[in-house]
């Protein structure tokens, strides 16, 4: 392995600072010999709110591959899509995920009703963006709407704090890109959900974190269990 040098530019961390253990490696990319298979095309299978589709791939060999995928975009928008991740390029965040605090030092989360488990799961507030929308805008919006929360007022742009670049969902399967926002927030009304979300949200103390996660046994979203354990683990 290459020796690092006092040279090397130091890795971000989470918070925007640098850490010289993080700049010790960089992170792994595809090189330009790395082989890679083309996208060739995409036909629609199923419409719908969520859209099935099958995508074709010329493999580095030579050969035909074909993948099924599900997105929210039409044919039009999910190959425009594709078509610049090959060249690298970043797509808008399509939802948030936000990990509220209240000023004394409690997480709030839900209990919903998902309908594709036929059961209630622990999750953070979490929404679709707008289009047009900016991720405060959409954070606050959806806060309201599922919690009766809101951004602190008096903390302006400090209350919402982004991770550095949005996730996606399930690589298997979807497009579909989250930013996960850190919020400082208040109650400020009753929630107001959709009729056919049946929310539940509730406050939970971060010491009482690693109980919560050894007693639970109610369903619980991935990024929900691991935002949770990274807080049960701070030392």
């Known amino acids: 392995m290459p020796e690092t040098t006092s040279d090397s530019p130091a890795a971000p961390t989470i918070d925007g600072t640098t850490s010289a253990a993080a700049s010790a490696t960089n992170a792994p990319t595809a090189s330009a010999a790395s082989p890679t298979p083309t996208f060739a095309g995409l036909r629609q299978v199923s419409d719908g709110w969520i859209k099935k589709y099958v995508l074709t791939y010329t493999m580095p060999d030579g050969s035909t591959y074909e993948y099924e995928s599900a997105s929210r975009?039409?044919?039009?928008?999910?190959?425009?899509?594709?078509?610049?991740?090959?060249?690298?390029?970043?797509?808008?965040?399509?939802?948030?995920?936000?990990?509220?605090q209240t000023p004394d030092g409690r997480l709030l989360l839900i209990r919903e009703f998902r309908y594709p488990l036929n059961s209630w799961c622990i999750a953070f507030p979490a929404g679709l963006v707008d289009p047009?929308?900016?991720?405060?805008?959409?954070?606050?919006?959806?806060?309201?709407?599922?919690?009766?929360?809101?951004?602190?007022?008096?903390l302006g742009a400090a209350a919402l704090d982004p991770l550095p670049q949005a996730g996606f969902s399930s690589t298997g399967l979807t497009d579909e890109t989250v930013?996960?926002?850190?919020?400082?927030?208040?109650?400020?009304?009753?929630?107001?959900?959709?009729?056919?979300?049946?929310?539940?949200?509730?406050?939970?103390?971060?010491?009482?974190?690693?109980?919560?996660?050894?007693?639970?046994?109610?369903?619980?979203?991935?990024?929900?269990?691991?935002?949770?354990?990274?807080?049960?683990r701070r030392r």
Do not use: M
Not at 179 to 195: I, L, S
Not at 204 to 225: H, K, M, S, W, Y
């Open 132 to 154: 047009g929308e900016d991720l405060a805008a959409a954070v606050d919006r959806e806060l309201r709407e599922e919690t009766g929360y809101a951004l602190r007022a008096d």
């Open 73 to 100: 975009k039409g044919p039009e928008a999910y190959r425009a899509e594709l078509e610049a991740h090959a060249r690298g390029e970043s797509a808008a965040s399509d939802a948030v995920c936000i990990v509220p």
């Open 179 to 232: 930013q996960v926002v850190f919020a400082q927030v208040e109650r400020v009304a009753d929630a107001q959900p959709e009729p056919a979300e049946l929310i539940e949200p509730f406050l939970l103390p971060i010491a009482d974190v690693p109980r919560f996660l050894a007693e639970n046994d109610t369903p619980i979203g991935t990024r929900a269990q691991l935002v949770l354990e990274a807080f049960a």
